[in-house]
C-alpha cells in the first residue's frame, strides 16, 4: 500500500493540504451486498466548516471487474452520509488513485476507468462540513449493486484543510420547491422509510423561498428509491407516500393535482432536455386518454439541494388516475370478477406472484413476453382474479394469432379498445420510445357493464426517446419502433407479436393514416408541439443551470444519450431537429390512403328516425337533435369504452360537458335494431 499513499500525496500536494488520514484494509467488496471500511480520525483541532477547517478530498483505491456496478458513499462520524460516486464508468476495471475534490475541473462523469487523478465527486461533500467535530470514525461503504462480479478494496485517505468543500445550495426559485428529509436514514430501494415533506408553492407565477415557514403542505411521508435500472444512476428517482400521524396512506392534493396518497419525483437523469416524459404526457393526454399529470420541482433532501425533479402522478387505480372499478378479493365471480384490472408489460421480476409469461412467444423468437399484476398487485389479487385477467389476455392473444383476426367481430377488436391501440401505436411510434411496447407497457380493463375491454394505456417512462439513445437504432428519426425485435434482436427484452400483427390488418392501416391526419391538425401541429417545448424550457431555464451545477452531466455523454450538446440550448435544439425529422418519415410512411379519411358530418339517419349533433368540437355542451322523438336511446362514451351519459331521445336534449375532461368520446344513437356512433371531440 505504500505505492498507494505516495501517489496520493503526490496528486494532492499541489493543493497544499495540511491532514491526511490513511486506511489499508485490503478487504473483499462482496458481490451484490454493502461492504464498509472504517477509518479513526483524531487530531482535528476544530469543527469542520466549509469556511475554516474541513474536509477537502477522499482518496480511493479498489479492484474491481465492473466499476458500474458500485455505489460509494462516505459517512461521517455524526451520521451524515455523502454519496461520492455511483454507477459511472461502465464494464470498465478499477479506481486508482481516484481522489474526490468539490473543486475539481473535470467530473467523473466526463472521466473514464480507472479515473487517476482528480475529479468532483457524484455529490456535495460540503454537507460533511457543517460544524460537526470531524474526530472519530468514518466509514466508507462500498455497494456492489448487481451479481457476477466482484472485487477489493485496497485503500483510501481523506484529507482535511483549510480550502474545505463547499455546497451550492439554492435561496429561490420559480419553481416549486419539495423538501425531504429522512430524520437520518438513508432512502433504500425498498420498503419505504418514514420521513417528513415540506412544499413551498405560492401560485403560478409567484417566487418561491427555501427560508419559508408557511407551506403549502407540511406532513408525514413515506419514501423509497424507485426504477430498475434508473436506480442505479446517481441521480435517483424516489416514490413518495403522504401519510397521516399513524403511518397510513393520506390521500392529499398537491400542486393543483386531484387529492392522492402516492406521488413519484423522477430524476430524468439521461435526459438532459429535462422535458421528454413531460412532452408525452402533454401529447397523450391531448389525444385523449389519460396520463400521469406532471409539474417540474426543486427537491432537496435533507437539506441538501438535489436539483429539478419532475413530480408526478404515480400510475395506480383511482377516479382521477385510471378510473376503474374497484376490485375486491371477494369479488370472484359474475361482472365483478371482470374489472377493474391493470397490468404492464415489463421486465421478469423474479417473484412468482407478480404475473405470467405469455404462451404466445414474439416473432421472431425470443425472451418470454411477461405480463405483471399491477392492480390487484401480486401480493393481494387472488386466483380467480389471476386466472381471469390472464385468460382474458390470453384470449386476446389467441384471437390476434388466428387466420380470422382482423375479423370485426370474432377478431382482436372483440377483446381489446380499437383506439386505444391505435393511439398506442402512435405515441410510441412518434416518439420512438426505446421500451415502446415491452417495458412499463400499462394496460387495464374494466368491468364488462363498464366497457370491458382492455385498454393499451396509459403510458409511462417516456425518456428515452426523441432520439435519446444510442443503440437499436433508437437515435434514427426514420423508422418503425414496432419492428424492434427484427432492429435489435439482440436484446433480452423484446416486443410482443401485438402491434406487427395489428399492422397487418388493413382496416387498422387505414384508421391509422385518418387518427395521425387528425392529429397533425391538433396537438400534434410540428408548431404546437415545438411552441411546447420552447415555453417549458423557458419555465425551468433557470433551475437547468443549477440541476447542471450539481449533476454536471452537461457535455458529458451519460448512457444511453445520442447527442451530447455542451449547453442546455443544443440539447433543446437536437430535440426539435428530430421531432421534425420524426414527422416529416411518418408523414411519409404511415400506411393506409388519406383520401378515405373523411371530416365527421354530424348527421345520420337511423330507419325512421334522423338526428344531429352540434357543435363538434364542443366545449361546454353538446346538442343533439332527433326527429322523430320515439324510440331512440342516446349514450355517451369516453374513449375507453365506459358510459358517462345516457339517456332517451326526446326532440332536443342537451349534454353538459363542463365536467369532462378533454378528448374524444362517442355519441352511440339508437332506434330499434339499428345503431350509428359519431365521435365527439371536447376542447
Not at 209 to 225: P, R, V
Not at 238 to 255: F, S
Not at 575 to 580: S, T, Y
Amino acid at each position: 500500500m505504500k505505492i498507494f499513499f505516495l501517489l496520493c500525496a503526490a496528486v494532492l500536494s499541489s493543493y497544499g493540504l495540511s491532514q491526511t488520514f490513511s486506511a489499508s484494509p485490503n478487504g473483499e467488496i462482496i458481490d451484490n451486498s454493502t461492504n464498509e471500511y472504517e477509518i479513526t480520525i483524531s487530531g482535528l483541532g476544530q469543527p469542520l466548516t466549509t469556511t475554516d477547517l474541513g474536509l477537502e478530498a477522499v482518496c480511493i483505491t479498489l479492484e474491481h471487474t465492473w466499476v458500474a456496478d458500485l455505489v460509494i458513499s462516505l459517512i461521517s462520524p455524526d451520521g451524515t452520509s455523502v454519496n461520492l460516486i455511483s454507477n459511472v464508468g461502465g464494464d470498465s476495471d478499477n479506481f486508482t488513485n481516484t481522489c474526490l475534490m468539490s473543486s475539481a475541473s473535470e467530473s467523473l462523469n466526463s472521466g473514464s476507468s480507472p479515473y487517476t487523478g482528480i475529479f468532483r465527486p457524484g455529490g456535495q461533500m460540503g454537507i460533511l462540513n457543517n460544524g460537526q467535530d470531524g474526530n472519530g470514525t468514518w466509514i466508507l461503504r462500498v455497494t456492489d449493486t448487481y451479481e457476477q462480479d466482484a472485487g477489493t478494496m485496497l485503500g483510501f485517505s481523506l484529507s482535511f484543510g483549510f480550502n474545505p468543500a463547499t455546497v451550492f445550495t439554492i435561496t429561490e426559485s420559480d419553481l416549486p420547491i419539495v423538501m425531504l428529509e429522512t430524520n437520518g436514514q438513508e432512502i433504500p430501494n425498498e420498503p419505504k422509510i418514514s420521513g417528513n415533506v415540506n412544499i413551498i408553492y405560492n401560485g403560478e407565477g409567484i417566487r418561491n423561498y427555501t427560508n419559508a415557514t408557511d407551506f403549502h403542505y407540511a406532513g408525514n411521508c413515506g419514501l423509497e428509491i424507485r426504477g430498475a435500472s434508473s436506480s442505479g444512476f446517481p441521480k435517483k428517482s424516489y416514490d413518495l407516500e403522504i401519510r397521516d400521524g399513524n403511518g397510513l396512506d393520506l390521500d392529499t392534493a398537491l400542486l393543483g393535482f386531484p387529492s392522492e396518497s402516492d406521488w413519484v419525483l423522477s430524476a430524468q437523469y439521461t435526459d438532459k432536455t429535462l422535458l421528454r416524459n413531460m412532452l408525452s404526457m402533454h401529447l397523450i393526454q391531448g389525444m385523449g386518454w389519460y396520463a400521469p399529470r406532471y409539474r417540474p420541482v426543486e427537491l432537496f433532501i435533507n437539506g441538501q439541494y438535489m436539483g429539478v425533479y419532475i413530480f408526478m402522478e404515480k400510475v395506480k387505480k383511482g377516479n382521477n388516475r385510471v378510473d376503474i372499478s374497484t376490485l375486491n378479493p371477494t369479488e370472484i365471480s359474475g361482472d365483478n370478477l371482470t374489472g377493474g384490472y391493470i397490468v404492464k408489460l415489463d421486465k421478469d421480476s423474479g417473484n412468482s406472484n407478480s404475473g405470467w409469461e405469455s404462451p404466445f412467444a414474439p416473432i421472431p423468437a425470443g425472451s418470454p413476453i411477461v405480463i405483471d399484476y399491477s392492480y390487484p398487485d401480486g401480493d393481494v389479487i387472488v386466483q380467480q382474479q389471476k386466472d381471469y385477467i390472464r385468460n382474458y389476455i390470453t384470449d386476446f392473444e389467441a384471437a390476434l394469432a388466428s387466420p380470422v383476426f382482423d375479423d370485426p367481430i370474432e377478431g382482436y377488436r372483440k377483446y381489446v379498445n380499437y383506439e386505444s391501440c391505435v393511439d398506442a401505436l402512435l405515441i410510441s411510434e412518434f416518439t420512438r420510445s426505446i421500451d415502446a411496447y415491452r417495458k412499463s407497457f400499462f394496460m387495464y380493463k374494466d368491468k364488462d357493464s363498464e366497457g370491458g375491454k382492455l385498454v393499451m394505456a396509459p403510458i409511462w417512462d417516456y425518456d428515452l426517446t426523441y432520439g435519446n439513445a444510442d443503440f437499436c437504432e433508437g437515435q434514427n428519426p426514420e423508422g418503425w419502433q414496432y419492428n424492434f425485435n427484427y432492429e435489435c434482436g439482440e436484446d433480452y427484452w423484446i416486443n410482443p407479436f401485438w402491434f406487427p400483427r395489428m399492422m397487418e390488418d388493413t382496416i387498422f392501416q387505414a384508421d391509422l393514416r385518418c387518427r395521425w391526419n387528425e392529429l397533425r391538425e391538433g396537438v400534434f401541429h410540428p408548431d404546437t408541439v415545438k411552441l411546447w417545448v420552447d415555453e417549458m424550457a423557458q419555465e425551468i431555464n433557470e433551475s437547468q443551470e443549477w440541476n447542471y451545477t450539481i449533476w454536471q452531466t452537461m457535455g458529458a455523454y451519460v448512457w444511453p444519450n445520442s447527442f451530447v450538446g455542451e449547453t442546455y440550448a443544443e440539447e433543446i435544439g437536437f430535440l426539435k431537429e428530430w421531432i421534425d425529422l420524426r414527422f416529416e418519415w411518418l408523414d411519409a410512411n404511415i400506411p393506409g390512403n388519406p383520401l378515405y379519411c373523411t371530416p365527421t358530418l354530424g348527421t345520420g339517419k337511423l330507419g325512421e328516425n334522423t338526428f344531429k349533433v352540434y357543435p363538434n368540437p364542443a366545449s361546454d355542451v353538446l346538442f343533439v337533435q332527433l326527429q322523430p322523438t320515439e324510440g331512440a336511446q342516446l349514450t355517451l362514451s369516453d374513449i375507453s369504452g365506459k358510459v358517462i351519459y345516457r339517456s332517451a331521445g326526446n326532440g332536443l336534449v342537451t349534454i353538459p360537458l363542463e365536467h369532462y375532461r378533454q378528448g374524444i368520446y362517442f355519441l352511440s344513437v339508437e332506434s330499434g335494431s339499428k345503431r350509428m356512433t359519431e365521435k365527439i371531440t371536447v376542447k
